[in-house]
Nanobody
Framework: VQLQASGGGLAQAGDSLKLSCALS????????MGWFRQAPGKEREFVAAIRWPGDNIYYADSVKGRFTISRDNRAATVFLQMNDLKPEDTAIYYC???????????????????WGQGTQVTVSS
């Protein structure tokens, strides 16, 4: 199982970026995919996640109202639309996938067995 993240880059405060994460293969009918980020010197933190079927969606409080997670079921791809970016959003963004993720672990790193390589997002003020 491989995850390919893309879409990161440089932005100014208030700008928008859209990240994509493609899953190479899926096992079973249920998929959970999430976005986490890690800033220099900080621990990896949860950003957003979606599990389907059922479209259970979660967001970190820091991105609610600004970020939107969505998915393309046929392509097993998830997107993270990031609007109104702030300098504190600067981090490496990682996508993750799990096929047995339960709802209570969707906002934690231990809920995901597969991780992508990360894509850098840098927001200047």
């Amino acid at each position: 199982v491989q995850l390919q993240a893309s879409g990161g880059g440089l932005a100014q405060a208030g700008d928008s970026l859209k990240l994509s994460c493609a899953l190479s293969q899926r096992t079973g009918s249920r998929i959970a995919m999430g976005w986490f980020r890690q800033a220099p010197g900080k621990e990896r933190e949860f950003v957003a996640a979606i599990r389907w079927p059922g479209d259970n969606i979660y967001y970190a409080d820091s991105v609610k109202g600004r970020f939107t997670i969505s998915r393309d079921n046929r392509a097993a791809t998830v997107f993270l639309q990031m609007n109104d970016l702030k300098p504190e959003d600067t981090a490496i963004y990682y996508c993750a996938a799990g096929f047995t993720t339960i709802l209570s672990t969707m906002t934690t790193t231990r809920g995901y067995a597969h991780w992508g390589q990360g894509t850098q997002v840098t927001v200047s003020s």
